[in-house]
């Protein structure tokens, strides 16, 4: 199930960067035209006569995570970015835009949000991208990076705008799925894959986390008070059943006397005192 659930989200990424190119390279079709066409040649010419020389401006490198954009008096020459490795250009004709494919990660700046039950809140962020298609994010956006800083910034303000403070505190992971979601759509057609994005830190206003410190001590001493009269309920049920086992033998009651007697003096050596009936005592007056 995995396997098939990967490789259908690897069929989409492919369609959507074949959809991509394409698009590009209809803004770019109608080809040099015959007055470029001599510049190439010119150009070709130029490179055979300084051959040795020339050969240290055509050979560039990128590397294992680059890619080049190559365009040819202004236009892309090709549907598929060069690299890695070694590629040529021709002198005073070509020029290429390295892109870096590695994984990007920035921080959101701090975001005062109004949540849904009108609580002021500061959350800040990161998220995590890279660029999945080189020809689209250079030919398709002026700034790639910084334009996915941008749109970071008001896709979290937007996603908060629609929670309340429990659902902020509590589903964190939520809210960055559909962050990840929202900003994924919005920059795939320049040519950027958002990979990741996590809330860091929820701040509250100091009066709120005061009223919320105040409420759960509250919460906690009705809960004690709660607990502490069933125990006493508890106790008194089980006092007055030993009460009514002890009525049935009243010789049980005077060896509970005793024997709380005997607890006494075995803690503490002190006098004890305790009281004669007073019917035992008028049977020795009458006498």
Same mark, same amino acid.
């Given at each position: 199930?995995?396997?098939?659930?990967?490789?259908?989200?690897?069929?989409?990424?492919? !369609?959507?960067?074949?959809? #991509?190119? %394409?698009? +590009?390279?209809?803004?770019?079709?109608?080809?040099?035209?015959?007055?470029?066409?001599?510049?190439?040649?010119?150009?070709?010419? $130029?490179?055979?006569?300084?051959?040795?020389?020339?050969?240290?401006?055509?050979?560039?490198? +990128?590397?294992?995570?680059?890619?080049?954009?190559?365009?040819?008096?202004?236009?892309?020459? !090709?549907?598929?970015?060069?690299?890695?490795?070694?590629?040529?250009?021709?002198?005073?004709?070509?020029? $290429?835009?390295?892109? &870096?494919?590695?994984?990007?990660?920035? @921080?959101?700046?701090?975001?005062?949000?109004?949540?849904? @039950?009108?609580?002021?809140?500061? +959350?800040?962020?990161?998220?995590? *991208? =890279?660029?999945?298609?080189?020809?689209?994010?250079?030919?398709?956006?002026?700034?790639?990076?910084?334009?996915?800083?941008?749109?970071?910034?008001?896709?979290?303000?937007?996603?908060?705008?629609?929670?309340?403070?429990?659902?902020?505190?509590?589903?964190? %992971?939520?809210?960055?799925?559909?962050?990840?979601?929202?900003? @994924? &759509?919005?920059? @795939?057609?320049?040519?950027?894959?958002?990979?990741?994005?996590?809330?860091?830190?929820?701040?509250?206003?100091? /009066?709120?986390?005061?009223?919320?410190?105040?409420?759960? %001590?509250?919460?906690?001493?009705?809960?004690?008070?709660?607990?502490? #009269?069933?125990?006493?309920?508890?106790?008194?049920?089980?006092?007055?059943?030993?009460?009514?086992?002890?009525?049935?033998?009243?010789?049980?009651?005077?060896? =509970?006397?005793?024997?709380?007697?005997?607890?006494?003096?075995?803690?503490?050596?002190?006098?004890?005192? *305790?009281?004669?009936?007073?019917?035992?005592? /008028?049977? $020795?007056?009458?006498?």
């Amino acid at each position: 199930m995995t396997s098939t659930t990967s490789s259908t989200a690897e069929m989409v990424t492919q !369609d959507k960067l074949q959809i #991509a190119v %394409e698009n +590009v390279e209809d803004k770019n079709s109608g080809g040099l035209g015959c007055f470029g066409w001599l510049l190439v040649l010119i150009s070709l010419l $130029f490179v055979t006569a300084t051959f040795p020389i020339t050969l240290f401006m055509c050979v560039k490198i +990128v590397k294992e995570y680059e890619r080049a954009v190559i365009f040819r008096l202004g236009r892309i020459t !090709d549907r598929k970015p060069k690299g890695p490795g070694l590629f040529f250009v021709l002198p005073c004709t070509d020029t $290429f835009v390295k892109v &870096d494919l590695r994984t990007v990660s920035f @921080d959101i700046p701090p975001q005062e949000i109004l949540t849904r @039950d009108s609580v002021t809140v500061s +959350v800040d962020g990161v998220v995590y *991208f =890279r660029i999945h298609c080189p020809i689209s994010s250079v030919a398709n956006v002026s700034n790639a990076h910084s334009s996915t800083r941008l749109l970071a910034q008001t896709t979290l303000r937007n996603v908060l705008g629609t929670k309340n403070l429990a659902e902020l505190l509590s589903d964190r %992971e939520g809210i960055s799925l559909s962050m990840q979601g929202s900003l @994924d &759509d919005a920059t @795939d057609p320049w040519g950027i894959k958002v990979e990741r994005v996590e809330i860091k830190d929820v701040k509250l206003p100091q /009066q709120l986390q005061r009223a919320m410190a105040a409420e759960a %001590e509250a919460t906690r001493e009705a809960r004690a008070k709660i607990i502490s #009269a069933e125990g006493e309920m508890n106790a008194s049920r089980a006092l007055k059943e030993a009460s009514l086992i002890i009525a049935e033998s009243p010789s049980g009651l005077q060896l =509970r006397y005793l024997q709380t007697l005997n607890t006494i003096a075995a803690e503490r050596n002190s006098t004890i005192i *305790f009281p004669v009936p007073i019917d035992m005592l /008028q049977n $020795f007056m009458k006498k």
